[in-house]
């Protein structure tokens, strides 16, 4: 045989997984190598442990409505390192299985990091061995992006950090504005701390429609964190066993944590990508095209490497369409329109499909509907927080184009609403629906007004 392996999978997270594990099933010899933890950035230090510390988050609210309905909660107090280690048990048992699956498909898997040595050879770190593939999958994800030229930079901490803390933070910092910051702000709110947010934008949510980014700047400011917009950090300093930093209006701000969530980096440093020829982008993600393969012939790259849309269940289906079209011999082009994505803060977000203004720009007229209200079950307690709920249509077709909703629940509605989202359904359709009472979503069916656009959809 001219090369050892048939595919060699550089990074065993979402997308390199499915990519090896379908691979091997369809009977190709697979290497996997993982420079961490087998599960990669979702189930290690993404998604997973977000989610339960979002959940761990939930109680101090569920506590502080109790009253309304009756219960009276005395003595409640909160542990840390019990969720903190909690979170990482599962994650371990997560990643075990991710480790035993693979096994269990036939895919080899080495615990180092690789590189490539040129088109058809990788080289592993520990060893040094060099092994040859016909083709390589470049499925390396990202990395928190640190602003290395800010004095100080080294006192602050990323995602990755966040979850193994030795002590829950009493005062934290966070700097960013998208989805990442606005999640650790409610887990840290949510467990107790006191969370500050500067971002250099003059909103939130950089991507999300317009009316979601004005609701959520109003509830998380309500929800009791600060934000602080148009300022960046100029330097951090060591305060005692603290961090001072020095914002950009002069401002000193003191924090036992500071966060930075300013985005990602495409994972293709050092890779040795450029032995190979493998054409990035400016941002430094591989440039692939819809079957996901590179520049290079033998060369593919799926996931958040890619910088396409990155989120996990884009990776994975990018992992198994690239398996079926080379191996299943299934040609498959990746559909990345019409994905639905969550914002777990408070109130969560959920949002699928075009904004108002990606609407408007795209069709000759757009018919906006829209609803803001407090939900049911804040009626019996003193949560002042507002649901927000939007619907996109194009005015000519009737065709639904985006649902866009902040409030309890809104992440699982969502992925019921794409599903009608994603089929081309009318709003005529949509309203056909019998409501569901009472529930909060029955709301989205009875949504019957047009409404004018309020503020500028920039
Ligand atoms: C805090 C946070 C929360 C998130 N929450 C969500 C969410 O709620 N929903 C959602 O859909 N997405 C979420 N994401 C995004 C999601 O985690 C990613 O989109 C997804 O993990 C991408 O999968 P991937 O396979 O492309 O890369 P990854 O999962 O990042 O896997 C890449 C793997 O490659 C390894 N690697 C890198 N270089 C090498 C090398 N040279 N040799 C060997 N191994 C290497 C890495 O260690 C890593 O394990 C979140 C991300 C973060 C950071």
């Not at 901490?157 to 999640?183: C, D, M, Q, T």
């Not at 994603?422 to 056909?432: E, L, V």
Request: aromatic content about 6%; charged content about 20%; glycine content about 10%.
């Amino acid at each position: 045989m001219k090369y050892e392996y048939d595919l060699f999978v550089i990074g065993a997270g979402s997308g390199g997984v499915r990519a090896a594990r379908i691979a091997s099933q369809a009977g190709a010899r697979v290497v996997v190598a993982e420079e961490y933890r087998i599960g990669g950035t979702c189930v290690i230090r993404g998604c997973v442990p977000k989610k339960f510390l979002v959940y761990g988050a939930e109680f101090s609210q569920m506590i502080a409505d109790a009253p309304g309905y009756g219960w009276t909660v005395g003595g409640a107090s909160f542990s840390w390192p019990t969720l903190r280690d909690n979170v990482q048990s599962e994650v371990s048992r997560l990643s075990a299985i991710y480790t035993a699956n693979l096994a269990k498909a036939g895919v080899t898997a080495f615990a180092e990091r690789a590189e490539l040595v040129d088109a058809h050879t990788v080289k592993l770190g520990k060893s040094g061995s060099e092994i040859t593939a016909e083709r390589i999958l470049i499925a390396t994800g990202g990395k928190p992006y640190l602003p290395e030229e800010l004095p100080g930079v080294e006192l602050g901490i990323s995602s990755n950090e966040a979850f193994l803390l030795e002590k829950l933070p009493e005062r934290v910092l966070i700097v960013g504005g998208g989805y990442v910051a606005l999640e650790f702000a409610n887990i840290f709110h949510g467990l107790g701390s006191k969370v500050r947010i500067v971002h250099r934008g003059d909103q939130l949510l950089r991507g999300f429609d317009h009316d979601l980014r004005a609701h959520m700047h109003i509830e998380v400011e309500r929800g009791g964190t600060q934000l602080t917009m148009k300022a960046t950090l100029t330097k951090l300093e060591k305060a005692g066993g603290a961090v001072s930093a020095t914002l950009s209006t002069g401002e000193k701000v003191e924090a036992d944590i500071v966060l930075f969530a300013i985005g990602r980096d495409p994972n293709t440093q050092g890779l040795g990508l450029e032995h190979a020829g493998v054409k990035l982008d400016e941002a430094g993600a591989v440039i692939v095209d819809e079957y996901s393969q590179s520049s290079v012939e033998s060369i593919y790259a799926i996931g958040d490497v890619t910088n396409r849309m990155n989120l996990t269940p884009v990776a994975i289906r990018d992992g198994h369409a690239f398996a079926d079209t080379v191996y299943n011999k299934r040609p498959t082009a990746i559909d990345h329109s019409f994905v639905p994505s969550a914002v777990f803060a408070r109130p969560p977000i959920g949002a699928v499909g075009l904004t108002e203004a990606d609407a408007r720009r795209s069709y000759d007229a757009v018919d906006i509907f829209r609803t803001s209200f407090r939900p049911m079950r804040n009626m019996l307690t003193t949560n002042q927080e507002r649901t927000l709920m939007k619907i996109v249509a194009d005015a000519g077709t009737g065709k639904l184009l985006g649902v866009h909703i902040a409030g309890e629940d809104a992440p699982e509605m969502v992925q019921l609403a794409a599903v009608a989202v994603k089929a081309g359904i009318t709003k005529k359709q949509w309203d056909s629906t019998m409501a569901l009472h009472p529930t909060a979503a029955e709301e989205l069916v009875l949504l019957r007004e047009k409404v004018q656009s309020a503020g500028s959809p920039a």
